[in-house]
């Protein structure tokens, strides 16, 4: 299973870093770029593949030329049996 994540990051400087960060129950921390959709005008990135059952957890960390980094608040992806079918 795979999961599309999209967000919308604003910064006044230009960015240097936009990424989506999950981790799986019990699993390792995984960190992808996220890459820019202009038409929509937003980051875009997925989840996945995802091969257990429980709660992920994913947030998106922006950071500007000047190395400021900015967390989103972390979300949560419950994955079930009908999420693997």
Do not use: Y
Not at 48 to 75: F, K, M, T, Y
């Amino acid at each position: 299973m795979t999961a599309q994540v999209t967000a919308t990051v604003h910064d006044e400087s230009s960015l240097d870093l936009v990424e989506l960060r999950w981790r799986q129950p019990g699993g390792r921390l995984h960190q992808v770029p996220m890459r820019f959709d202009a038409s929509s005008n937003r980051w875009e990135a997925e989840i996945g593949p995802v091969s257990g059952l429980g709660d992920i957890h994913w947030w998106v960390v922006a950071q500007d030329r000047w190395g400021w980094e900015r967390s989103s608040p972390i979300q949560v992806l419950p994955v079930d049996e009908m999420c693997l079918i």
